[in-house]
């Protein structure tokens, strides 16, 4: 079975732009979470999509936002990027996103701000 | 929300055990823990989960005391493909998943 894919891998943006990233979830699975992770602040949760709905969101500006489809595939777009946006961005998938569910993590989306 | 502490690093070698304790002292009555582990610019992967007593799977054993106040991941026979970041979350029981990340403990396994 696939694991979880984020594309792209890297990003480079400069700062004012907006960057979409992807996440395709392992087959089956509805729930998908997002974290960003930097050397500061560490991994941090930023929002969770179950069923095309945000089930669960982080604390986190309103430039950070997301959406998923029918087939629980999900994006999450930042506007008006900022150096402080620069991060590892981990997409994390699981059945139905409950307690015992296992959170399966992709590989990662590294964007670099400039 | 239950915090977590739980030691900044760690150093072995191979083949010993190595036990990583983390203390949760506000854990609620319904929370469970869970550990993953990290390698470099790869995202966290699951090891073990549990509620109370002790959790064992392939990789790694988990104790539970009874106040539930704190958590020992157990490594047995480490080897330098263990060296990475580890994680102990309290995993809050509700709808939906929000996994809140602690610091980690940093293990470097040495020949």
């Known amino acids: 079975k696939a694991g979880v894919t984020q594309t792209p891998r890297y990003l480079i943006k400069t700062r004012g732009q907006q960057v979409t990233l992807s996440c395709s979830p392992i087959s089956g699975h509805r729930s998908v979470s997002w974290y960003q992770q930097t050397p500061g602040q560490g991994l941090q949760f930023l929002f969770e999509y179950f069923s095309e709905t945000q089930r669960n969101k982080g604390n986190f500006p309103g430039r950070f936002s997301g959406r998923q489809f029918s087939n629980s595939r999900s994006e999450m777009n930042v506007s008006t990027l900022e150096l402080g946006d620069s991060a590892l961005y981990l997409c994390a998938s699981s059945l139905e996103g409950t307690t015992t569910d296992t959170q399966y993590f992709g590989p990662g989306t590294r964007l670099t701000v400039l | 929300l239950a915090k977590t502490t739980q030691p900044i690093s760690m150093d072995s070698y191979e083949g010993q055990e190595v036990n990583i304790t983390c203390s949760h002292n506000n854990i609620a009555t319904n929370d469970y823990i869970t550990w993953y582990q990290q390698f470099p610019s790869q995202g966290p992967r699951f090891i073990i989960q549990?509620?109370?007593t002790k959790v064992t799977n392939e990789v790694a054993s988990l104790f539970i005391p009874a106040d539930r106040k704190s958590s020992t991941l157990s490594l047995p026979r480490v080897s330098l493909s263990d060296t990475a970041v580890y994680y102990c979350?309290?995993?809050?029981?509700?709808?939906?998943?929000?996994?809140?990340f602690g610091k980690g403990t940093t293990l470097s396994v040495s020949s």
């Open positions: 979350l309290v995993v809050l029981n509700q709808a939906g998943t929000a996994l809140i």
């Open positions: 549990g509620y109370k």
